[in-house]
């Protein structure tokens, strides 16, 4: 275990090192080793603050950083949503490129660096790169009949890259300057400067890190011993789930909470206002229309209602605000956690999603006979 | 379609699937096939889903199995799968899709199909084939051993790449590659960097090593040779016929193209209050001339069945051709994708639906003609008249 392996966990030499130290994941958890503290941390502050960077960096030693890498992505799978994927990608992509810019740039010596030829290689695209000669300055005549080998240190502020490689890596939302119509691009190489190919480094990061996530088939014995890690940090992803993809209509497997707003909806109990909101900011959320809403109620939600709340919630692909997550609902006095469900999911479009994703044959309520 | 062209059609595309050597694509085992055959109703039934190993054993026997059916269309997947043969996508297991183009006269803003002969839709898309292959060359690096051209056999032509490097690209990178393609997206910015001069000061230049930034710049070069070839009132002139240019805009591109050339081949944008002007304009004009408007869908889709090179279009008789890169500018699709099994002979037809027909005439144009009724034409002449429903099999 070096100590570049903990700067840089994802890497196919740190994932060696994992395997040669011998240490049995199961054995970590169980002895409540402080590796699963750190990784914990790793995880929440993926969620939080955008970065796996540890607040207290002197608490903790290579063994445990190294480690604290696979045991936060075994966190990340119990979680077992696509936003607490998405954001812990996004934040070891992210720690990963402060630091390798740094370390791209540093000429310290210190062992725990890595140069770019080293990360260009671990992502296969060595081969696929390769500097641009320097120009003198005001000729700025063809300079693709230089061919040079990728310069790893600082040197050159151009590179050319594999049109494939370029693809597969940047993403067109980035901005028009990332469109491949917009860029340099002949023989099958892309023009980038240095900094480009350091952000097309980092998707790559980015990349490997969400490659497998969520896995299945975490030991039965691990996922009981992180329960209470699992528990929180799904408290806290709740509180920022966005918008959701679903689009089929089951209320049988709505969260017990909603399911009972709804039921008393049905049965003309009158409901608190902000009870009324989360109902409708729910049903919102799944893309039911005004019309929907009203037959769903049967009739209760009056056209009033729905239509003003509705117009706030929604705009132009989904709903502007997400529905409440449970803990904000059981300040509302909405939800009491009927049936434990949150620990399901502690978001109720969490929750939705999951049980729409485990059942079998739904029939979408709409298109349901009539008894 | 009656019975007796229907099994005319069967029986004689599948001599020439005997005679033909239809080479099947790399990895044949590893794709989807589907095929078409000669029904009789109106609509058309692909079964598909097939594996090599369903239909015919294996690619050794698709020959055999090609001249036994005698199918009206034949295709495979442009993907690579598990298991090709399953039924659901999702148990397919997609491996990778080779990068397909398609060119289609029907796409092709310079064609308008209601007045277009065939002849002069085939000549549009065989330009805009010229241009897409140097862009897939010169841009993208494609070199001849990737890439597999062919004639589609009705009204366009196929480009399969075949590049490793493509192979797994997704869709919405595929998409990137038809935007360039068609030049959808470009940005002025896009064309254009700041450089520092000998004094380190910044200056607004035309990308040019590479890109539509290239080819704009190379326009320019050779649009400025021609000013200079010209006297100036004549080349004043021509300069005002470009959008957004005036009089003092014309004169002041005229003293740049005329004074300032080397700065020009740089790609120096800060010559003049004019370049800039001239570099919108021209970027139009390059953009129209050397985009092509490649079929959007058929690029995205990662799980497209494509015809076989070497088949027959059944809506035609045409052989889906393949053409070497070097002998495209030759290629002539009425007379090239001709089968040759088809021309020995004459056959009986019942003409239904007279008119001009594209093949077997002198001049192909409208002059040669069929009047209606039973006949004795050469055989390609009667397949594409029959493929095309234009003719019912006669009794020889």
């Known amino acids: ?371 | 379609m009656e019975r007796r062209t229907r099994e005319y059609l069967t029986g004689r595309f599948g001599d020439y699937y005997r005679g033909a050597a239809v080479t099947p694509p790399p990895a044949a085992s590893d794709r989807e096939w589907g095929h078409i055959p000669f029904t009789s109703g109106e609509g058309t039934t692909m079964v598909r889903h097939q594996s090599l190993l369903d239909i015919a054993g294996g690619p050794a026997d698709l020959p055999d199995f090609l001249a036994r059916e005698g199918p009206r269309h034949v295709y495979f997947s442009a993907a690579r799968y598990d298991d090709p043969g399953s039924r659901s996508m999702a148990e397919k297991g997609w491996q990778s899709a080779d990068l397909i183009f398609d060119l289609d006269a029907d796409h092709l803003p310079s064609v308008d199909p209601e007045t277009a002969s065939y002849p002069e839709m085939l000549a549009a898309c065989k330009e805009a084939l010229v241009d897409l292959l140097d862009l897939l060359q010169r841009d993208f690096g494609f070199g001849d051993e990737e890439m597999q051209i062919v004639f589609s056999g009705s009204r366009g032509y196929h480009v399969h790449v075949r590049d490793e490097s493509v192979r797994t690209l997704d869709s919405d990178a595929r998409r990137e590659i038809v935007d360039y393609v068609r030049g959808i997206g470009l940005a002025e910015d896009g064309l254009i960097e700041s450089r520092p001069n000998e004094n380190g000061v910044l200056q607004k230049h035309l990308r040019l090593d590479g890109g539509w930034g290239r080819r704009v710049h190379e326009e320019l070069l050779s649009y400025a040779d021609e000013l200079r070839e010209m006297s100036q009132p004549a080349a004043l002139e021509r300069l005002q016929e470009l959008d957004g240019v005036g009089e003092t805009t014309a004169d002041s591109i005229h003293d740049t193209v005329t004074d300032d050339l080397e700065q020009l081949r740089r790609g120096n944008l800060e010559i003049g209050s004019g370049a800039r002007t001239l570099v919108r304009a021209l970027t139009e004009r390059v953009v129209d001339d050397q985009s092509v408007p490649v079929d959007e869908p058929v690029t995205t889709d990662l799980r497209r069945l494509i015809r076989l090179p070497g088949s027959l279009h059944g809506d035609t008789g045409f052989v889906v051709e393949p053409i070497e890169l070097d002998a495209v500018a030759e290629f002539d699709p009425l007379e090239d994708a001709v089968a040759e099994r088809f021309r020995g002979r004459r056959v009986m037809i019942d003409v239904t639906d007279p008119g001009p027909v594209p093949v077997g005439g002198d001049g192909r144009d409208d002059s040669f003609r069929f009047s209606e009724g039973t006949q004795s034409v050469r055989e390609f002449v009667g397949v594409y008249l029959l493929a095309r429903g234009r003719a019912e099999k006669a009794a020889e």
Not at chain 1, 35 to 55: F, I, Q
Not at chain 1, 133 to 148: E, F, H, I, K, Y
Not at chain 1, 162 to 173: E, F, I, K, N, R
Request: hydrophobic share 35%; net charge negative.
């Open chain 1, 1 to 371: 275990m070096e100590p570049v392996d903990a700067r840089y966990p994802f890497l196919g030499r740190a994932r060696e090192a994992v395997r040669a130290s011998g240490v049995d994941l199961t054995t970590l958890v169980a002895t409540a080793d402080p590796v699963v503290d750190r990784a914990r941390e790793r995880v929440e502050r993926a969620l939080l603050d955008g970065t796996t960077e540890s607040e207290t960096p002197h608490d903790w030693d290579t063994r445990e950083e190294l480690l604290s890498y696979p045991v936060a992505r075994i966190l990340v799978s119990l979680l077992d949503a696509d936003a607490a994927v998405e954001k812990y990608a996004t934040a070891e992509a992210q720690t990963a490129h402060t630091r390798f810019t740094s370390d791209f740039v540093s000429s310290d010596g210190r062992r725990d660096r890595i140069d770019r030829q080293t990360l260009l290689a671990e992502f296969d695209l060595a081969a696929d790169c390769r500097a641009e000669p320097a120009r003198p300055t005001g000729d700025s005549t063809s300079s693709r009949a230089g061919r040079g080998t990728a310069s790893t240190r600082r040197g050159s502020d151009w590179f050319w890259l594999g049109v494939g490689s370029y693809l597969s890596l940047a993403d067109p939302t980035w901005g028009t300057e990332w469109r491949l119509v917009n860029r340099e691009l002949a023989d099958g190489e892309v023009r980038v400067t240095r900094e480009e190919l350091d952000k097309l480094l980092e998707a790559g990061v980015r990349a490997r890190v969400a490659a497998g996530l969520p896995f299945e088939g975490v030991d039965d014995a691990v996922a009981a011993e992180l329960e209470r890690e699992v528990s929180d940090l799904r408290e806290l992803l709740a509180e920022r789930t966005g918008t959701t993809e679903v689009d089929t209509l089951a209320p049988e497997l709505f969260p017990p909470c909603l399911r009972g707003l709804l039921d008393r909806v049905r049965q003309e109990e009158s409901i608190s206002p902000q009870a009324r909101f989360a109902l409708l900011a729910f049903l919102a959320a799944i893309g039911l229309d005004q019309q929907e809403v009203l037959m769903l109620s049967h009739g209760e939600l009056t056209v009033d209602t729905v239509d003003k709340t509705l117009e706030v919630l929604r705009d132009g692909d989904g709903t502007q605000y997400p529905p409440p997550s449970c803990r904000t609902l059981e300040a509302y006095g909405v939800c009491e956690n009927t049936d434990d469900h949150r620990s399901v999911a502690g978001h109720p479009l969490d929750y939705y999603e999951k049980k729409l994703r485990r059942a079998d044959d739904v029939t979408d309520w709409r298109e349901r006979e009539t008894t």
